[in-house]
């Protein structure tokens, strides 16, 4: 039957589940996707940020399958290897002293796990979440993410007791200020939250993104995540970074927090780690991870031995091959690329981000208005041409590049002289 990836997809799971393309998938390797028609796409979608080393790297195949002949699955049972080991190599990963983990098999799962330790770890309730921010569909992820109200809607009463502070978005800056002479009133509105709605005493834990994902590729600035840091030492409140999209060499860094030199209480992380495959973790320092008493979490499959197999085979091509750097080096590249070609098309407003978490914003002719609908126009050009980008943001006008870390600079120059060719395609 032609395509019948998709028709069966369509006709038997929730529409509530969007996907991005109409592409059903033949084979894929590395960077590149063969559709079932035989076409072959780049894919800086990379399963939306998480297969860090491409698609079915030879790596994680190998590890994956090794685990799979040997031991499955635990659910707590037996004691293992691969979980332990895993563990061993990301805590030389992790900040330092970040040596105790909990894994689960999502981003939103280690989010809830996340909050639950912060809350019992100090005793409070509130929760302090960003505007903008994504944490999840569960529900109480969902009560912090802010990226867009669809996702929130006919879903409340949702976790009370969260405070929304806006998030540093300073080509949107909500208090319509300028980045390079405000006194970041952003900051100073968190502030004035904590003598109004909620006593800082009461606060448990921030949760933050250190470059934000969903809600629009937006890099705060370093100085705003110093604050938060000493806000949070002075009212003993856990700053809970979440790494999930961010993490694992993304930005250029092991962990985004790593650019500001701002070091989190708890640390929140999925997506890149296994390559593809379902798996989060917390990590947070023994004194708070011993203080979670037997019984407090659990679960049945977190910490899955074939994924966490795969996480210690990904780990080990990073730190091989240089991945990190190279997430910094292609960046630079793209980055200085794209913001070139801001220079030639009006309708880029902003060009962001950190090794290779890139966010190009389209803007109408103001400057300023979000223009969802040239960008859905590009990224179809860009399909036809075999580049497959995909939105973010709370207008959809955000595209974003993240492919796999293993991408060289010559499949980017490729991919940006289709972005540039799509531009024209799209007669914008
Ligand atoms: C920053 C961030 N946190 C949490 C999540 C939720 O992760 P998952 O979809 O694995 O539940 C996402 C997913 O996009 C994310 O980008």
Redesign the pocket.
Known sequence: MKNSAMEKTRKFLTPALVFHTGISVKKARGIYVEGADGRKYMDFASG??TLSLGHCHPAVVRAASAQLRKFIHSGCIFHYGAVGDLAERLADKTPAGMDMFFFSN??????EGAIKLARFSTGRQWVLAFTG??????TG?LSLTTSAARYRKNYHPLLPSVLYAPYPYCFRCPFSNNPATCSMECFGYLEWMLEHIATPDEVACAVI?PVL??GGYVVPPPEYLRKLRKLCDRFHILLVM?????GFGRTGRWFASEHSGVRPDIM?M??AMASGL?L?AIASTRKIMKGWPPGAHGTTFGGNPVACAAASAVIGVIEKQGLVENSRKVGEYAMARLKSLKEKHPCIGDVRGAGLMIGVEFVKKDGRTPDAVVLKRLMKECEKRGLIIVECGRHKNVARFMPPLIIKEKEMEKALSIFEDSLDGADV
């Open positions: 939306l940020a999502s981003g939103a799962e280690a989010i921010g994504f944490h999840g569909r569960t992820a993104e994902g969903e979440d790494e999930v999209q961010t929140v999925a997506k379902p989060g």
